[in-house]
């Protein structure tokens, strides 16, 4: 049984394109966050969601749009995608304290 | 704002060798997580350090943890290729984790 699961696992788009990536734990846990990891695998929280409600969202460009449906379920969409946004993007659930479990990993490029 | 840095950025060592990863962070915090991540994988948590002297070990990795000094130290112990890998500290900080630069680790015989 996995987990924290996201789909797709690899995600090809050119500029300007509009892209979703989904997110689900079967965790039971509260808490859900999207993490974006750069070239250089620097990891730097984007946003969190605590039952479907946001309550970290970091300097993030607003064509970055998370939705949660449920407590389950964490999407990212993406509006006009750039070049800079490629990166891999991870999903990660927690109950307190702030033990992550993390997905595997949307590895996203953008040409 | 909170900044955690590690040292070194990249390590190589010799199989059987002992090194110290180190993970210095900026604000107070009781909290510390270490990750460990393999080329092209997620994340797996290794050690979780609650309290000031927390000590925790596991094979050949052992993990401190000084809120004073606002220090963490990962020692590795003879070390083996199957450890060879990227390691981040992660410091906790009004509910979201910040996360180190990573260290590198090859291990070569």
């Known amino acids: 049984d996995t987990a924290v699961s996201q789909t797709p696992k690899y995600l090809v788009t050119q500029m300007g394109n509009d892209k979703s990536i989904k997110c689900e734990q079967n965790l039971g846990h509260d808490t859900m966050y999207w993490y974006k990891q750069d070239s250089k695998k620097f990891l730097k929280i984007m946003f969190s969601?605590?039952?479907?409600?946001?309550?970290i969202n970091e300097t993030v460009p607003n064509r970055f749009s998370p939705k949660s449906p449920d407590k389950a379920h964490l999407n990212l969409h993406i509006n006009s995608l750039e070049l800079g946004d490629s990166a891999v993007y991870f999903c990660?659930?927690?109950?307190?304290?702030?033990?992550?479990?993390f997905g595997p990993g949307t590895r996203l490029t953008v040409t | 704002e909170l900044k955690v840095e590690q040292n070194p950025l990249f390590l190589s060592m010799q199989e059987g060798k002992n090194y110290t990863i180190y993970c210095n962070y900026s604000?107070?915090?009781?909290?510390l997580y270490w990750y460990r991540q393999d080329p092209g994988k997620s994340l797996e948590s290794l050690f979780v350090l609650l309290s000031n002297g927390a000590v925790k070990q596991e094979g050949r990795l052992m993990a401190s943890l000084d809120t004073k000094a606002r220090l963490s130290t990962l020692h590795i112990t003879a070390a083996v290729h199957d450890l060879s890998a990227t390691y981040f500290c992660a410091v906790e900080n009004t509910d979201k984790l910040i996360f180190g630069t990573g260290t590198r680790l090859q291990v070569f015989p």
């Open positions: 990660a659930s927690s109950r307190t304290p702030t033990l992550l479990y």
């Open positions: 604000t107070t915090s009781d909290r």
């Open positions: 969601y605590n039952n479907k409600e946001l309550i």
